[in-house]
């Protein structure tokens, strides 16, 4: 119980020791199996917001996310997140329903809702204003649908547009 407490002081302190990523807001594209744009805006030292706008299954998806950003101290640049959000999408049902059922015949489009996990890393490159993340971003529809997305690892790359 005591190496418990000593852990959350511990971590507790170093979360709240620097800056997390010295730019404001960012915008760029996000490549994986989800493709898209991403903007993101920090709304205070490590707190930022991001909103994707990402294509899959011949549809769309609309997704808001809170990030908590912690540096990684010994690395300039380089932070770990955490946070979570929501998502709706569009998407059509021939190619969505093949993925998850392959061979079932299903015409329908599917408007879902859900909620969305993300954990990642990003790098803000020294003397030029981009930086590279990499996440998983699992989420789970709740109308509509009921599947887990589990398969959301992507790469974003964002060009820094307000220090």
């Not at 294509?55 to 997140?81: D, N, Q």
């Not at 709706?88 to 079932?104: A, E, I, L, R, S």
């Not at 809702?113 to 490159?125: H, Q």
């Not at 998983?136 to 220090?163: C, E, M, T, V």
Request: net charge neutral.
């Amino acid at each position: 119980m005591k190496l418990k407490i000593i852990f959350i002081v511990l971590f507790c302190s170093v979360i709240g020791m620097a800056q997390a990523q010295d730019y404001k807001a960012a915008i760029g594209g996000r490549f994986g199996f989800y493709n898209g744009l991403t903007l993101k805006g920090f709304v205070s030292s490590k707190g930022a917001l991001e909103g994707l706008l990402t294509t899959r299954w011949h549809g769309f998806s609309i997704t808001g996310l809170y990030e908590h950003h912690m540096p990684i101290k010994e690395v300039k640049g380089l932070a770990w997140f955490v946070g979570g959000g929501a998502h709706v999408g569009y998407f059509d049902g021939h190619y969505y329903n093949d993925y998850f059922y392959p061979g079932k015949v299903d015409d329908k489009d599917y408007t879902v809702v859900g909620a969305d996990l993300i954990l990642g890393a990003e790098y803000k490159i020294p003397e030029i204003p981009l930086n590279v993340g990499l996440d998983w971003k699992p989420a789970f529809n709740f109308i509509n649908d009921d599947h887990f997305w589990f398969d959301g690892i992507a790469l974003s790359i964002r060009y820094i547009f307000k220090k």
